[in-house]
């Protein structure tokens, strides 16, 4: 049996709405891949290789070289059994993700001095019984850890303030290398007609945010044991749902 363990997608999930995480994470049923979600891990897989090379050899991936990592990940993708691209055209897809990555890789990618990619957490906290797990994408050579997004508009400037997912992560970096990160940032891919980019920074968390993630984590995983799952309705959460018919029959 998988030994339980929490994230903050789980986090997330449990808190928008407690029977789509019994649906997702208990029951494990299938949630098919749309359009979006085909662009972000196509763009993120592709900027991934470009930041490993980066901070393995010193070097920035060609752009054309990071156009056929992107048009072969894109394509690796779309071999996915499970997958609905809701009437969206392949190919339209296919441009938007080629455009973001583009410009990921000409204006952002030169300005990166990544140390560490992808770097694994998992971690024991004495108020959760799950272990917490998770991904940092980057953390630069200087400290600074960050996410990458692929969004359909600008994100506000406050947002990073706020965001569960930094706060989740420096809290994770702080238990890995003893000390806070040096900053926060994240880099924001937009969907719009001329794609653009978004650069958000701040200072690292404060323990009273530390802390009061650390308490939410601990009350989703008391919630999520206490083996009560409730829907959530909403048009802002059910819209976007995958588990319509089987909600139907709560
Ligand atoms: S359809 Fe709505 S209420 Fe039902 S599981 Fe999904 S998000 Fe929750």
Not at 44 to 53: G, K, N, T
Not at 71 to 100: A, P, V
Not at 192 to 210: A, F, H, Y
Request: proline content about 4%.
């Amino acid at each position: 049996m998988e030994h339980p363990y929490i994230s903050v997608s789980r986090i997330r999930c449990y808190l928008s709405c407690s029977l789509k995480y019994y649906f997702r994470y208990e029951l494990k049923l299938p949630s098919p891949m749309n359009g979006a979600l085909l662009i972000g891990k196509a763009v993120h897989s592709s900027v991934e290789a470009a930041l490993r090379l980066k901070a393995e050899r010193k070097i920035d991936m060609p752009i054309d070289t990071l156009m056929d990592v992107y048009s072969q990940n894109f394509h690796q993708l779309l071999l996915t059994d499970n997958i609905d691209l809701e009437g969206k055209e392949r190919s339209d897809l296919k441009d938007t993700g080629y455009g973001l990555t583009k410009l990921f890789g000409k204006e952002i990618l030169p300005k990166k001095n990544p140390a560490f990619i992808e770097h694994e957490f998992n971690l024991s906290f004495e108020n959760v019984p799950y272990v917490f797990k998770g991904f940092i994408d980057e953390i630069s050579e200087d400290g600074v850890l960050s996410d990458l997004k692929t969004a359909a508009k600008s994100w506000s400037e406050d947002s990073i303030l706020t965001d569960m997912q930094l706060s989740g992560y420096c809290l994770a970096y702080k238990h890995i290398f003893g000390k806070l990160p040096k900053g926060l940032r994240l880099d924001i891919l937009i969907k719009t007609k001329t794609p653009k980019t978004q650069i958000l920074t701040c200072g690292p968390r404060d323990e009273r945010i530390l802390e009061r993630f650390l308490r939410i984590m601990g009350n989703t995983v008391a919630l999520i044991d206490s083996k009560i799952f409730v829907p959530s309705e909403s048009v802002f959460n059910c819209s976007t749902c995958d588990y319509g018919e089987e909600c139907r029959k709560f």
